[in-house]
């Protein structure tokens, strides 16, 4: 290995950031960084199809949001073309590439008459076409031998020559394709690993075959395994949620879904689940990273952002929320609402497995009328005591002195005590009243954060509109 790695993450915009992605990028950067090496950001936009500014933001915004940091870069292939048609006329002059002006179905109907298996036959291959307008250029590759990938992680894996089309280099519109494009990349910029997902094995002999051809090593490769949902089929916008941003959406903690990707592929050798990135660092290496695909289960990824967000601090709970509130028509974050929410903050983090919940834990607290949910308020209809229950609860919590949670709990449960019913049946009806829902924060908590006079008020409505 070198002493010091140059590493790439070369994604291509395609209007989101796959996980797949974030979580080969998440590997590059701890490889880079634990072995004090550097971490290049280059993007594939040559496609014109896929060339948008604002695709590109969303890559570099995903990774930020990751906290996967790069060091040198963006590098966008599309200001780099001249690289790549120096390198294809050094290819062309020596005899390793040739111009080709077959047409797909010319190709295919020569195939199929000759009855061999598809791809390219190789018939421009000694016709000595010169450059013009729509000609593609060609790799020659070696008929004789096989070409050897040494890789990180799975091993030696060898391809022989003659199972290899002469590949496109160069399109006949001067487009260049993705293996020159990246082997020229990969030179001037002095990758010495590449780590990739293994979809990209089959392309990686032709890429070594082009090094070769232009005299130079090619860097060593490493190819983890791809991401598959629960069927086993690899991870596809069309059938699956994929894409970094709609998890952000969601209200997944970047340090949570960072957390989990590092985990699939990869293990610490032992059993933990909850690494911070110094003790990823400290042990992430290829040789842990296994052969078999991963499973990416958005459930066990909840497991983890819950156990995130319960270590959140009240200020960092509210910091975090912050978004999610602001998009409400009840939070105008006044000092007011912000002490209300922190008071309330240690009771929601250990509740909510996602952020977006927030909003509809601490509704109640801001909105000046309150909305009863129709399942919420049928159940307490249902229940023949229910205003009795509520009568009864102005009765105790307005004799209290201290309109505090403790002394809040403690009246309640003297009161269940004696009248016999359990102090969850005391509470029902109540709740209801407070919040407006069957579930949710605390009941006395809130109902301290409230304060006396809007939480009587409530109780009192919802025993009138029982009337």
């Known amino acids: 290995m070198h002493e010091v790695p140059r590493v790439r993450f070369a994604p291509s915009p395609t209007g989101y950031f796959h996980v797949g992605g974030a979580r080969t990028a998440?590997?590059?950067?701890?490889?880079?960084?634990?072995?004090?090496?550097?971490?290049?950001?280059?993007?594939?936009?040559?496609?014109?199809?896929?060339?948008?500014?604002?695709?590109?933001?969303?890559?570099?915004?995903?990774?930020?949001?990751?906290?996967?940091?790069?060091?040198?870069?963006?590098?966008?292939?599309?200001?780099?073309?001249?690289?790549?048609?120096?390198?294809?006329?050094?290819?062309?002059?020596?005899?390793?590439?040739?111009?080709?002006?077959?047409?797909?179905?010319?190709?295919?109907?020569?195939?199929?008459?000759?009855?061999?298996?598809?791809?390219?036959?190789?018939?421009?291959?000694?016709?000595?076409?010169?450059?013009?307008?729509?000609?593609?250029?060609?790799?020659?590759v070696p008929k004789e031998g096989e070409t050897v990938v040494d890789d990180l992680v799975r091993g030696k894996v060898a391809f022989e020559n003659r199972t290899i089309d002469d590949f496109i280099l160069i399109k006949g519109n001067g487009a260049p394709l993705f293996v020159l494009a990246n082997v020229v990349d990969d030179l001037d910029m002095r990758i010495s690993h590449v780590i990739r997902a293994e979809e990209h094995l089959p392309t990686t002999p032709k890429a070594i075959l082009v090094y070769q051809a232009l005299g130079q090593n090619a860097p060593q490769f490493a190819h983890v395994p791809v991401l598959v949902n629960e069927k086993r089929q690899k991870l596809s916008k069309r059938r699956d949620r994929v894409a970094v941003e709609d998890y952000k959406e969601m209200g997944f903690l970047p340090a949570a879904m960072e957390n989990y990707l590092v985990l699939l592929g990869w293990s610490p050798g032992d059993d933990r689940e909850f690494l911070t990135r110094q003790d990823e660092l400290d042990l992430f290496s290829l040789d842990r990273v296994g052969h078999s695909p991963s499973f990416f289960d958005v459930t066990k990824m909840l497991h983890f952002n819950k156990h995130y967000l319960s270590l959140l601090s009240s200020e960092e709970l509210l910091q975090t929320a912050l978004p999610f509130l602001e998009a409400t028509d009840f939070w105008d974050g006044t000092p007011d609402q912000r002490s209300s929410f922190l008071k309330l903050a240690p009771e929601i983090s250990t509740r909510i497995g996602l952020v977006s919940e927030i909003p509809g834990m601490v509704d109640f607290i801001f909105k000046s009328q309150l909305s009863i949910d129709e399942s919420a308020f049928n159940s307490v209809t249902t229940d023949s005591n229910s205003k009795k229950l509520l009568e009864r609860s102005i009765e105790v919590f307005s004799g209290l002195e201290i309109f505090g949670s403790s002394e809040l709990e403690s009246a309640c449960r003297a009161w269940a005590e004696e009248s016999g019913l359990s102090l969850r049946k005391l509470q029902a009806p109540i709740r209801v009243a407070i919040t407006g829902k069957k579930v949710g924060p605390p009941l006395f908590s809130a109902m301290e954060v409230l304060g006396r006079e809007t939480s009587l008020s409530r109780l009192s409505d919802l025993a009138s509109r029982l009337s």
């Open 26 to 140: 998440l590997f590059n950067w701890l490889f880079a960084k634990r072995f004090g090496g550097v971490f290049v950001l280059r993007i594939e936009d040559t496609d014109e199809a896929r060339n948008s500014p604002e695709w590109i933001d969303g890559i570099c915004s995903a990774l930020e949001w990751l906290k996967i940091t790069w060091d040198e870069g963006p590098f966008l292939q599309s200001e780099r073309l001249d690289l790549y048609a120096e390198a294809a006329q050094s290819l062309f002059r020596s005899g390793k590439a040739y111009y080709c002006d077959c047409q797909r179905s010319e190709i295919d109907e020569r195939v199929r008459s000759a009855g061999l298996p598809p791809g390219y036959d190789g018939f421009c291959r000694d016709r000595g076409l010169q450059s013009a307008t729509g000609r593609a250029l060609r790799f020659k």
